[in-house]
């Protein structure tokens, strides 16, 4: 069984372009979760998404995020209007709907604001 | 809202001894535990886990954690340490919640391993 896949690896983005990085959960999986690593820190969480709707976004800036979980297809994360500050590591998990299993992780995308 | 420490940011022992990584939490409840290793450019793997039960938890790799009711504690633990065990350990926490599972992270300790 594949795990978390997410894409692209690495991704570099001049000032002002905007970014979007794809998380595909484990099959069977219906709960994604978005967590950004800073340099020398731990995970912070961003947000959590169900099918077609985002439960809880507590941890996204307000402003240039957004994310989005379709029924078909990958979970988006969008990073408009990139700044240096947004250069991380972003990571997707999943786990099966309502069983309190540890999330599973995808090896993440590393951005890069030029 | 629940918090993660971990008070020693790198840790470097020799292959063969002992290992300690602390963790505390700070929380009302008891929360659901756990530990995740990260190999440089990876994403988290799962260690091991505290749901209730037995405080002292068995995971992968030989590691075990004991969780302290007293303390707020769970540090992870492993009788010999082996060179492919450096990495960044993360203690989280997951206070559940009927909308979902949030985990909320400590800021990692590096272990370096010395031959």
């Avoid at chain 1, 099966?96 to 890069?112: C, V, Y």
């Avoid at chain 2, 992968?60 to 340490?81: C, D, M, T, Y």
Wanted: aromatic share 10%; charged share 20%.
């Amino acid at each position: 069984n594949a795990g978390v896949m997410q894409n692209p690896r690495h991704l570099v983005r001049r000032r002002g372009q905007e970014a979007r990085l794809r998380c595909s959960p484990v099959k069977g999986h219906s709960h994604v979760y978005w967590y950004r690593q800073l340099p020398e820190e731990g995970l912070k969480f961003m947000v959590y998404l169900q099918k077609e709707n985002i439960i809880d976004e507590s941890g996204m800036p307000k402003e240039r995020f957004s994310a989005e979980f379709p029924k078909e297809g990958p979970s988006i994360l969008r990073i408009q209007q990139v700044v240096r500050g947004d250069s991380a590591a972003y990571f997707c998990a999943s786990s099966p709907e309502g069983t309190g299993s540890p999330l599973h992780f995808g090896n993440g995308t590393r951005l890069t604001v030029t | 809202a629940q918090s993660v420490t971990q008070p020693d940011i790198h840790i470097t022992v020799s292959e063969g001894a002992s290992l300690e990584l602390r963790c505390n939490y700070s929380y009302g409840a008891t929360p659901y535990l756990f530990w995740y290793v990260q190999s440089p450019g990876q994403g988290l793997q799962l260690l091991l886990k505290y749901f209730s039960g037995d405080t002292l938890v068995q995971g992968i790799k030989g590691f075990e954690a004991e969780f302290k009711r007293s303390q707020s504690s769970f540090n992870l633990r492993k009788p010999s340490v082996h060179w492919s065990d450096a990495a960044e350990y993360f203690c989280a926490v997951n206070i559940r919640k009927s909308s979902g599972d949030k985990l909320t992270f400590g800021t990692g300790t590096r272990l370096a391993v010395r031959p």
